[in-house]
Each structure stands twice: as C-alpha cells, then as structure tokens.
C-alpha cells in the first residue's frame, strides 16, 4: 500500500440521522470509499439520549421535524463531541454561519458529487481526531 493511501484508511464512525424515505446510496457510497463505517438507527432511536452509536461525524438532514439549529447544537454536545454535518437541499453562507454558530462542523448540499462528499468527510474526521488530541493534551 502506498503511502499517500494509508492516510485515508482510518476507519471512522458515520452516523446518519435522515428521514426514513431518503435515498442514501450516494452517501453510503462515499462513506464506504473513504474509509467510513455507516451507521443508520431506526427512528425510534433518533432522540439523542437513545444514540448508541458513537459516531465521529453525525450527518443530520435538516428535513427531520423539529428545529434543525437546536437538534445540531445538542448533536455537538454530545460527549464524544462529533462533528456535525448538516445536510440540506441548499447551502450558501448565512446556513454555514448558522451551523456554525450552533456548533455543527458544515453543510453538505445533498446534490454534492462524490469527491466533495468524500473531501468533507475526511475534513470532518480529520478536525474531530484534532480536536480529541488537543483535548488530551490539555
């Protein structure tokens, strides 16, 4: 194996909180090409004091009921402290600066291509380990 291609065979956790109807097989499909473990509860499992699942990237549609800013901001409380993607059928700067400002990590406008999906999701990955390292050295 190649040097450049040990960097991105990390395996990670991605949990995806979507609505029941959504049509994930390019997402699945970009998880699987980077690496990534999919990971999809059923709907009953959706309250955040039921996930079992400890995803390092938490991809969470804006379509679910409720408030998208405040599940995204209890998302990033969480004690693993993922990093949340919102994903939307739109993205341009006021609804990054509102994730953001909430504590999710970006959004991922659902028609992104593949390798923009995958850039993401590395990137996600790539901050969460950050973060958890600053945090044991501190």
């Known amino acids: 194996m190649k ?3 040990k960097a991105h065979t990390t ?19 970009a998880v699987y090409a980077c690496g ?3 990971i999809r509860p059923s709907r009953a499992d959706l309250t955040f004091h039921r996930l079992d699942h400890h995803g390092q990237i938490i991809l969470y549609d804006r379509e679910l009921p409720g408030r998208w800013q405040q599940a995204v901001a209890d998302l990033a409380k ?27 990590y970006d959004v991922l406008t ?3 291509g593949m390798q923009a ?10 901050y969460w380990r950050n973060a958890l ?3 044991g050295a501190s």
């Open 3 to 5: 040097q450049a291609d």
């Open 11 to 29: 395996s990670f956790a991605v949990l995806a909180l979507l609505p029941d109807e959504a049509n994930t097989t390019n997402l699945e499909s």
């Open 36 to 38: 990534g473990q999919w």
């Open 78 to 104: 969480l004690p693993w402290h993922p990093s949340v993607i919102l994903l939307s059928s739109v993205n341009d700067q006021y609804l990054w600066n509102e994730v953001v400002r909430v504590g999710g």
């Open 110 to 112: 659902k028609a992104s």
């Open 117 to 126: 999906t995958i850039r993401l999701l590395r990137s996600a990955y790539s």
């Open 133 to 135: 390292c600053a945090q």
